[in-house]
Structure formats: C-alpha cells, structure tokens
C-alpha cells in the first residue's frame, strides 16, 4: 500500500503493499531455510524462508500468521500454501516485488507468496509486534481474496478493483484509523467534482493516494454494512466458480458494480453517514 501524495494526508504512516492496481505476477517460492519448519493452522498451511540472521524476525512474522487466523477465518480457507520470504533489507524485498524506489514498501502479496522486509529493518529500532501483525494480516487478506476467488493459472484475470482489493485487507485488518475520513473524502468529492478515487484509482494513484485508499477502505465497509458479509463472500464465491468480478459481483450482491458505486458516491457526497436520510437506489 502507498501512501503519500498531497494534502494533510501526505504523511500517514506507510506500513503496506499490496495493490490489484499494481499487480504483481506470481513467481515461484524460494525454499524455506528449514523445510520442517511448516506451521499448520485450521486456515492453511504456511512456510518461512529466510537466512540464519533472520530468525528472530520469522518468529514475529510467524506469530503475526498465527494471529492473523481467526480474524482470516471469515473469508474461507487457503487452497495452496502460502510461503512468507523473509528479505534481509528493503533493496532486496524491492528486486523480489519488481517494485524499484519503493521506499513506503514493507511486504508484497501473491497468490501463494508473500516477500516482506525484515522487521528488524523497518526502522532502526526494528517493528513491534502490532506492527507486524497488523501488516501480515492485510498481505495474507490479499492472497486468502485471490485464493477463494481464482486457481493459481487465472488469479491476475479476473479484473478485481483496487478499491474491493485493498478495501477488503483494509477492512479485514482494522486499518480505518489509517486513511483519510468520510468527512474527508465528502469534502474532497465537493472540491474535485470530476475526480472519482474509486473508478478512476489509477489516474489519482500517484497525486491523491491517501485518498484513494480511504475510499476503497469506506467503500469496502459500506458494501459489507449494506449487503453482509454472506453475500460478500459470495462474490469470491462466484467468481472460485468462473465468473470474473463484474460477473461476480452482480450475480452474488444482486446489482451492477457500477450502481453500486453511483450508491455509495451518493452516500458520501451527500454526507448520509451523518443521518441523513436518503432515497433507496
């Protein structure tokens, strides 16, 4: 996730990376230093690559898994395992995601991988455990949506949006606290009537990340408050069966994507989060 751009936001801490909008191809795990070393949840099974130097950091990354599974739990379970490569520094972590001058860059998600930096390095007092599971969590939403929803030969084809993608590992990881406001992006709507941070992400991506990010967050939060999750699991559902994400999408939730966020635009434009009341769509 990168955040930074303009505005007040430009210095919201950065702690993510994963995109659909910037979406990586999947390439083939490295072998973890010690094969036995495999943790086995009710979710999935997980290995851990890294070098002898890195030992303590897989501990955190292994709790950060073990915690992340209950609150994973609510999306499915893993088809494949997943391996979590534990990069020594930033420079290697930015060659292993093929994502040069990343600096924000602290792990990067596929659909049975994930590359992250050694906590140690994240600063020069190294992470917290928080931190790292609060990181984990959003990059292992990432391959859970990709794994319930597509087989490894089709997971970059079915056309999933930044704003379902990131608002899903967002919502799931409790990361509301990090991105802009409702209020905010209410304001932002009125200021640029012809920008739309959710269906035009990638022209606002580079200038207005914060806010495209919060608005995958909101939005993301608004089809699960309106719809349930039952239904939004039905998305990845349908999509597991064939369909790609339009497809999905109105097949499970019962409306066009396109309605969908004409409703939600509606919804924050016209503030209806502070009780106001509005016509149903």
């Known amino acids: 996730m990168r955040v930074g751009g303009t505005g007040r936001w430009s210095l919201l801490p950065a702690l993510l990376g994963t995109t659909v909008l910037l979406s990586a191809c999947a390439s083939v795990p490295q072998k973890a230093v010690n094969p036995a070393a495999t943790l086995a949840l009710p979710g999935g099974d997980f290995l851990f690559a890294h070098s002898a130097k890195d030992a303590q950091s897989a501990d955190m990354v292994r709790r950060a898994v073990e915690h992340a599974g209950p609150r994973l739990a609510r999306w499915g379970t893993f088809q494949e395992p997943v391996t979590l490569i534990i990069h020594p520094n930033h420079a290697a972590l930015e060659r292993a995601a093929h994502r040069p001058g990343y600096d924000f860059l602290r792990a990067w998600a596929r659909y049975e991988q994930v590359e992250v930096q050694s906590p140690r390095t994240w ?42 993608s ?7 990881a409790g990361q509301g606290y990090r991105v802009p406001s409702l209020e905010d992006l209410a304001r932002f709507l009125h200021e640029y009537p012809q920008a739309d ?25 608004f089809l699960m408050e309106r719809y349930g999750e039952t239904r939004v ?49």
């Open 123 to 164: 600063t020069s007092a190294g992470a917290t455990q928080k931190q790292v599971d609060e990181l984990l969590l959003h990059e292992l939403t990432h391959s859970l949506m990709w794994q319930a929803s597509a087989s490894v030969s089709d997971w970059t084809k079915k056309g999933i949006p930044l704003w379902f």
């Open 166 to 172: 990131e608002g899903m590992a967002s919502y799931t």
């Open 197 to 221: 941070p959710i269906a035009r992400a990638e022209s606002l991506y580079e200038t207005e990340n914060a806010t495209v990010y919060g608005a995958a967050h909101h939005a993301f939060t």
């Open 233 to 281: 699991r039905g998305v990845l559902a349908a999509m597991r069966r064939g369909q790609d994400f339009v497809g999905g999408f109105q097949e499970s939730i019962g409306l066009p994507v396109d309605a969908f966020l004409r409703d939600f635009r509606r919804y924050v434009y016209l503030r209806g989060f502070k009780g106001g009341r509005l016509a149903p769509p």
